[in-house]
């Protein structure tokens, strides 16, 4: 089957999932028809009242061809013509959603000297993305940067790589998120320990929510993975040890503190609670 050009409605509009384009207001498909009825409809009028058909034949031949000629011509051409004008409210507004400004985290490795950070935001300020977060993390070999960004909606992954390139980033990553990553880790990671004081066995989700990680089954936690810092274990008084993972994210030192300290707390809550039942 024959693709529509990218730059048509159909291509613009059409769901990716049925194919179908939604239904045009209705006034603009009312207007449609009738500018597509309307000759037809002079046009059959004029070739059946000159005939000598008797009154009763004109009206069923003007009423059977008119309609046939509406149904199988009339429409289905106003609809392809005039989709564009048909459309153009949906389509503006998809336009409008899509330069809209997205929501983006990335984290790229610097090193550590004057300017390095300075190179980046210029390099990202050349595409009209706005810094809202930003986390510095040491690590070894330098500093780990992560940021989360506003950029316009003609902005994708491919040119923020790029971009992070540009200023001097390396093993750069980009994801997209929700105005959730606003909230600092500090923040999250205090609302979390609030819900693990009211709920100790809530630990493995907390750490897990707090790291954007999976917890790692029992069974799969003593294979050999690579190390490159995508895992994370923790130790527990009552579950042992817990293995978070996170593919393709390695976990900052501040991430592993942030987590070592719910468990700590977590322990602390649960001893206590032990002794107050004894």
Request: net charge positive.
């Given at each position: 089957?024959?693709?529509?050009?990218?730059?048509?409605?159909?291509?613009?509009?059409?769901?990716?999932?049925?194919?179908?384009?939604?239904?045009?207001?209705?006034?603009?498909?009312?207007?449609?028809?009738?500018?597509?009825?309307?000759?037809?409809?002079?046009?059959?009028?004029?070739?059946?009242?000159?005939?000598?058909?008797?009154?009763?034949?004109?009206?069923?031949?003007?009423?059977?061809?008119?309609?046939?000629?509406?149904?199988?011509?009339?429409?289905?051409?106003?609809?392809?013509?005039?989709?564009?004008?048909?459309?153009?409210?949906?389509?503006?507004?998809?336009?409008?959603?899509?330069?809209?400004?997205?929501?983006?985290?990335?984290?790229?490795?610097?090193?550590?000297?004057?300017?390095?950070?300075?190179?980046?935001t210029r390099a990202l300020s050349r595409l009209d993305t706005n810094i809202l977060g930003i986390h510095v993390h040491p690590v070894p070999g330098g500093v780990l940067d992560e940021f989360v960004l506003s950029a316009p909606g003609t902005v994708g992954e491919r040119e923020l790589?790029?971009?992070?390139?540009?200023?001097?980033?390396?093993?750069?990553?980009?994801?997209?998120?929700?105005?959730?990553?606003?909230?600092?880790?500090?923040?999250?990671?205090?609302?979390?320990?609030?819900?693990?004081?009211?709920?100790?066995?809530?630990?493995?989700?907390?750490?897990?929510?707090?790291?954007?990680?999976?917890?790692?089954?029992?069974?799969?936690?003593?294979?050999?993975?690579?190390?490159?810092?995508?895992?994370?274990?923790?130790?527990?008084?009552?579950?042992?040890?817990?293995?978070?993972?996170?593919?393709?994210?390695?976990?900052?030192?501040?991430?592993?503190a942030r987590a070592h300290r719910l468990a700590e707390l977590a322990e602390i809550l649960s001893h206590r609670r032990e002794d107050s039942r004894a």
């Amino acid at each position: 089957m024959k693709r529509p050009p990218h730059n048509s409605p159909a291509a613009d509009l059409s769901c990716e999932v049925c194919g179908r384009m939604p239904e045009p207001p209705k006034a603009r498909l009312t207007l449609a028809n009738v500018a597509a009825m309307l000759p037809i409809e002079l046009l059959v009028h004029a070739l059946v009242v000159e005939t000598h058909l008797p009154y009763v034949a004109k009206v069923l031949v003007l009423t059977l061809t008119a309609t046939v000629l509406v149904i199988w011509v009339a429409e289905p051409s106003a609809a392809r013509i005039l989709r564009g004008w048909l459309h153009a409210p949906a389509l503006r507004h998809r336009r409008r959603l899509a330069a809209a400004p997205a929501l983006w985290r990335a984290r790229t490795m610097l090193q550590d000297q004057p300017g390095s950070l300075q190179r980046v935001t210029r390099a990202l300020s050349r595409l009209d993305t706005n810094i809202l977060g930003i986390h510095v993390h040491p690590v070894p070999g330098g500093v780990l940067d992560e940021f989360v960004l506003s950029a316009p909606g003609t902005v994708g992954e491919r040119e923020l790589l790029a971009a992070l390139a540009d200023g001097g980033g390396s093993r750069s990553h980009v994801w997209p998120t929700t105005a959730l990553a606003m909230a600092d880790g500090q923040t999250r990671a205090l609302s979390l320990a609030s819900r693990i004081a009211a709920a100790p066995e809530e630990l493995p989700l907390a750490v897990a929510e707090l790291l954007h990680a999976t917890i790692v089954p029992p069974s799969d936690a003593g294979t050999k993975a690579a190390d490159d810092g995508t895992r994370l274990k923790i130790p527990t008084a009552w579950h042992g040890p817990i293995t978070f993972a996170r593919p393709g994210e390695p976990f900052t030192p501040a991430e592993s503190a942030r987590a070592h300290r719910l468990a700590e707390l977590a322990e602390i809550l649960s001893h206590r609670r032990e002794d107050s039942r004894a």
